[in-house]
């Protein structure tokens, strides 16, 4: 591909996979091929492998934690620090590459790559606070000392939406706690994690500590199995629905490995009658529309007072018309590229259709893409506006992954809090209001994970990320981040 081509080092586009330090095909010879979802060309073809294929590369890891688990946190550090710096060196390329696999506009690429290559930093310098404690002994001439190990080889397996920060923070994390991981990264974003590896490796990190496994959509079954199951693994990261989360939660239960889980999620976001109007529509269409709505926190369901819901509506869809550029990501002007997958976009198409049978009103989309369709290309959906939407149709109970945005009405905040939390998810919420006891009053009825109160930004860094209900379980990111990474051991020591 010619785009392909404009990538200016080279090395970061690797078609192989990565295992013991290695660019390596599978056993099996066979490929998969990488699509550009705006245009549906091939960019190109990575390793199609197997379970026999995971099982070397985790007996890689096993043999790269040997070592490593005996590194100081100083070392780890060092090493993480100089990842960082060259992702950041490197933010263009691995930001084309990444709108080239994902689709997701120029720009927002390279705000992924710097939100990612903060995490690298933010582990680098929590390697070395993984404290223990030395607790008061009841017994004269003895000492109890807690320390914590890192847990072994981690296996993580990440979806397609955020190809490269998901992927960073994950890794970065296992990394400054002294583990080894092997990666398996969605079938149809391969590419930016090879390209971290590639990075990885003139950082001096060793082989054997990061390894991927590329994979078929009709292999990832077996290979997560393997991933999940393998006796050499001690800890499964997840990052996907929550079906598949718990598949793989159940699977990992006949060795006992320790698990994290960051799933699906199904955000209200709230306006009451006294916020900042203007304020709320800006901050939902980033909230809603970023990488065309395929975020698991993004706005799913909105909320808003009867006493604003028409001057809402208007003002978010003057809004959207104004600042939402359909197109390739690599076109100028694009602000909001494709789907990632065709059955992505056919399950918005669905929904809308089920929502305007239920009574709903399309405000503004609601289709795919006439000029993509005319042109045969691309998984193209119009940002799309809904109002009047029911409680009783499939986009209030499930995930949309999509650029649909329901608004319903509320008249009052018991109400809204009923509605917010009749799902079985919990990973993010947002409201607007100017008074403050009401800030307090909803941020703790709000069941979920994270709270965004007069903002539709809520992860960073140095924050805790991660839901509670079936959104899964442990924290990414923060000072907790390590946490699922390491042991507690307890040392009695009598002197």
């Not at 070592?67 to 691995?94: C, F, G, I, M, P």
């Not at 001057?311 to 197109?327: H, I, M, Q, S, Y």
């Not at 409201?431 to 069941?447: K, N, P, Q, T, Y």
Request: glycine share 8%.
């Amino acid at each position: 591909m010619n785009e392909l081509a404009k990538i200016k080092d080279r090395a970061l586009v690797s078609c192989k996979a990565y295992v013991d330090g290695e660019w390596v095909d599978a056993s099996s010879r066979q490929t998969l091929d990488v699509e550009d979802p705006a245009t549906l060309e091939t960019i190109c073809s990575v390793p199609d492998m197997d379970p026999s294929d995971v099982k070397l590369a985790v007996s890689a890891a096993t043999r790269a934690f040997a070592t490593w688990k005996h590194t100081t946190a100083k070392e780890r550090s060092a090493l993480l620090r100089k990842w960082h710096d060259l992702v950041v060196e490197n933010k263009d390329d691995l930001a084309r590459l990444m709108t080239l696999e994902c689709g997701k506009p120029l720009g927002e690429a390279q705000g992924e790559v710097l939100y990612g290559a903060s995490y690298i930093e933010w582990f680098s310098e929590e390697a070395k606070r993984a404290y223990g404690d030395i607790v008061p002994s009841p017994v004269p001439g003895s000492r109890a000392l807690v320390m914590r190990q890192p847990v072994g080889v981690v296996s993580i397996i990440t979806p397609y939406n955020f190809p490269n920060a998901m992927i960073a923070r994950k890794v970065s994390a296992a990394l400054a706690a002294g583990c080894t991981v092997v990666v398996r990264p969605a079938h149809e974003t391969p590419l930016s994690v090879l390209a971290l590896c590639s990075l990885a490796a003139r950082a001096g990190i060793p082989p054997g500590i990061i390894n991927v496994v590329t994979c078929s959509a009709k292999n990832t079954p077996a290979v997560g199995l393997e991933l999940t199951t393998n006796a050499e693994i001690r800890k499964v990261s997840f990052t996907g629905s929550t079906a598949v989360g718990k598949l793989l939660m159940g699977q990992a239960s006949t060795t006992m490995k320790r698990v994290s889980m960051e799933l699906g999620g199904n955000a209200p976001f709230i306006v009451f009658e006294d916020a900042d109007i203007q304020k709320a529509a800006a901050h939902l269409l980033q909230c809603k529309f970023r990488n065309a709505g395929q975020t698991c926190i993004c706005a799913n369901r909105i909320y808003v007072h009867d006493a604003v819901y028409d001057e809402f509506v208007g003002a978010f869809t003057a809004l959207v018309k104004e600042k939402l550029r359909l197109g390739h990501g690599l076109t100028e002007g694009t602000t909001m590229g494709p789907m990632i997958t065709k059955r992505g976009l056919d399950k918005v198409e669905e929904q809308v259709q089920l929502a305007v049978a239920a009574g709903a009103t399309v405000v503004l989309g609601g289709e795919r893409s006439k000029e993509a369709q005319s042109a045969g290309q691309g998984y193209f959906f119009e940002p799309t506006i809904l109002v009047n939407v029911s409680d009783d149709v499939p986009m209030t109970c499930e995930e949309t992954f999509g650029p649909l945005c329901p608004i319903y009405r509320f008249s009052s905040e018991e109400e809204v809090i009923r509605r917010a939390n009749a799902v079985s998810v919990g990973l993010a919420g947002y409201f607007f209001s100017r008074d403050v006891a009401r800030v307090f009053r909803v941020a703790e009825a709000l069941e979920v994970g994270m709270v965004g109160a007069n903002t539709g930004s809520i992860a960073f860094d140095a924050v805790p990320f991660g839901g509670v209900k079936e959104s899964g379980m442990g924290r990414e990111g923060s000072r907790y981040g390590m946490d699922d990474y390491l042991n507690i051991k307890l040392v009695n020591v009598s002197i």
